[in-house]
């Protein structure tokens, strides 16, 4: 079936450092992405969304890339800090109107201070 | 988490017995999922609902079942437990199904079956 898959399980960077977290997804009739972020023992909580027909949207800090050419994605932090370190999930909306959306795998951002 | 409890937040039970897990919301929002969260597996839609009586299927449905009878309240229950339902649930809301809009989740459940 369709998925979708990040490419490094952990990521380590250093504090003020900037970060980017890859994302691969196969099916080209997604048309809504998430980025969330899960503390531990935390429920995921929202990043940033980005529609199909944009290819880059910018929040505090983070910025989101979409290429639909390679069907890739990536979520850009800036000045990561302390706080940052968490597991990152992408999701897709597979086109549906049921908001069902489709986890990744989750990438571990680790920050050294 | 925007108005999401989940209860109990922690439980321990034995194979076979019959468990109900419970999501409320205060943010009258029509959409809820669950969801389970194992290590591998990422986040795995289990059930979910688009309206007061109306749910449906999601990619790991099979030995849970819910139930909507109001709009603020959505209940997981494992009817029959088993080892394999070791895991931690997770509900969700959105506004809508449609584009663009957000799920937000709860703090999760985290139940062993022993």
């Known amino acids: 079936g369709e998925s979708v898959g990040l490419h490094l399980p952990t990521l380590s960077v250093q504090e003020g450092d900037n970060s980017i977290i890859n994302c691969a997804y196969s099916?080209?009739?997604?048309?809504?992405f998430i980025w969330y972020k899960q503390e531990s023992g935390k429920g995921p909580q929202f990043i940033i969304d980005i529609r199909s027909n944009m290819d880059k949207r910018q929040g505090q800090r983070v910025t989101v890339l979409l290429n639909k050419t390679v069907k890739h994605l990536s979520l850009q932090i800036a000045a990561t800090q302390p706080g940052d370190s968490a597991v990152y999930f992408c999701?897709?909306?597979?086109?549906?109107?049921?908001?069902?959306?489709?986890f990744g795998q989750g990438t571990t951002l680790q920050v050294k201070p | 988490d925007a108005g999401i409890t989940q209860s109990p937040r922690h439980k321990v039970t034995e194979t076979g017995t019959p468990v109900t897990l419970r999501c409320h919301q205060t943010e009258n929002h029509r959409y809820m999922y669950w969801y389970r969260q194992d290590p591998g597996h990422g986040l795995r839609l289990i059930h979910y609902?688009?309206?007061?009586?109306?749910?449906d299927k999601g990619e790991v449905s099979d030995g849970y079942s819910v139930s909507r009878s109001k709009t603020e309240d959505f209940l997981l229950t494992l009817e029959s437990a088993t080892s394999s339902q070791t895991s931690v649930y997770f509900c969700?809301?959105?506004?809508?199904?449609?584009?663009?809009?957000?799920?937000?989740f709860g703090p999760g459940t985290r139940l062993t079956v022993t």
């Open positions: 999701a897709e909306n597979m086109g549906s109107n049921t908001g069902k959306l489709i």
């Open positions: 969700a809301i959105s506004e809508s199904g449609g584009l663009a809009y957000e799920q937000y």
């Open positions: 099916n080209s009739a997604s048309d809504y």
């Open positions: 609902s688009y309206g007061v009586k109306d749910t």
